[in-house]
């Protein structure tokens, strides 16, 4: 278990999020539930794409969006 | 064989979905087979993991033959519509994206300056871009010229029923473009869709009629029957208009001879 000292924050969707330092966008993706398929994902409003995810870390502060397709006319 | 060509894009239903305002997302999906609408908007949203249902991407693209059109809804400057198209892009890898920025929502009416510069940045750069816009024909050329593929003047204001209160209007942007005409917003009845196909739309696009109705299958298939209907009309030729009677049957030649 680590302590809270060790985590850091992003903002996910306009909310505060802790992660484990060196946390991926994948392991995001994987704490909020989403098998990432359906969904955009813009840190600092850049767009990560799928084959970045597994890699892409994320830092203190980071920005983090996560998009879909809802209903609208 | 009469198709709706919209870039290298052709389809052979002329009814567009929205996807909004149905009671849930299996009554909406319904309503999409029962329309046999090929082009289907959708719009950008916050993934909630609360609400997962509200994902559409999965179920829509399960549906053969659906194309998806994100919309820019939410945006209120073209800078913002661009970004919210560049990321319906890289999710549903659509070049279709409906260009709608309306910054009041007491009206919703549409931005003509921002819509204009957001269409003209995403033409360039290759989307297949649908401008929603108020029933302007200054307006729906210069989108015309600067790349668009179709420009989709409002019948009326958004979810207001109120049916082709701009008719003059759309006939007039109808009569000028070069490009596909398509009525988005404020139709109420198939009778409305049939009417603006008669005009001579090359498609409309219908979300709250069918979605609030009682029945929104059966409202599809509905207008999807006066889509057709309408269309084959237009295609047949309308007569013209008389200001006077002009008989059907002859009126001579038949008390004289008794």
Avoid: W
Avoid at chain 2, 16 to 25: D, E, Q, R, V, Y
Avoid at chain 2, 97 to 113: A, Y
């Amino acid at each position: 278990m680590k302590e809270m000292s060790q985590m850091i924050t992003i903002e996910l969707n306009g909310q505060q999020q802790p992660l484990s330092p060196g946390s991926t966008v994948n392991d995001l993706l994987a704490i909020v539930g989403s098998d990432g398929k359906s969904v955009a994902v813009l840190v600092n409003d850049r767009i990560i794409r799928p084959e970045n995810r597994a890699t892409h870390q994320l830092q203190e502060g980071n920005r983090v969006e996560l998009l879909i397709f809802a209903g609208g006319g | 064989m009469d198709v709706l060509q919209l870039g290298s894009y052709t389809f052979s239903s002329r009814l567009i979905l929205g996807t909004g305002k149905f009671s849930n997302s299996r009554v909406m999906l319904d309503a999409v087979r029962a329309s046999g609408a090929q082009l289907v908007t959708v719009a950008l949203r916050r993934f909630n993991r609360e609400q997962l249902e509200d994902d559409l991407f999965g179920p829509l693209s399960a549906i053969e033959g659906i194309t998806l059109m994100p919309n820019t809804s939410g945006a209120s400057t073209a800078a913002e519509a661009v970004r919210a198209a560049h990321i319906a892009c890289e999710l549903s890898g659509s070049p279709f994206i409906k260009v709608e920025i309306h910054p009041n929502p007491q009206h919703l009416m549409p931005d003509p300056i921002e819509t204009f510069e957001a269409s003209r940045i995403l033409a360039k750069e290759g989307f297949l871009v649908m401008p929603y816009i108020a029933a302007d024909p200054v307006l729906a050329k210069r989108l015309e010229e600067v790349g668009c593929a179709s420009v989709m003047p409002l019948g009326s204001a958004i979810g207001s029923g109120q049916g082709l209160a701009t008719s003059e209007m759309l006939n007039i942007i109808i009569r000028e473009s070069g490009i596909p005409v398509i009525v988005d917003a404020g139709l109420r009845s198939p009778s409305e869709a049939a009417l603006a196909m008669e005009m001579g739309c090359e498609a409309v696009l219908v979300n709250s009629a069918i979605a609030v109705a009682g029945n929104p299958s059966e409202m599809a298939e509905a207008f999807a029957e006066a889509v057709a209907a309408g269309r084959k009309a237009f295609r047949a030729g309308l007569m013209q208009k008389s200001g006077s009677a002009v008989a059907t049957s002859p009126l001579t030649s038949f008390l004289g001879t008794l």
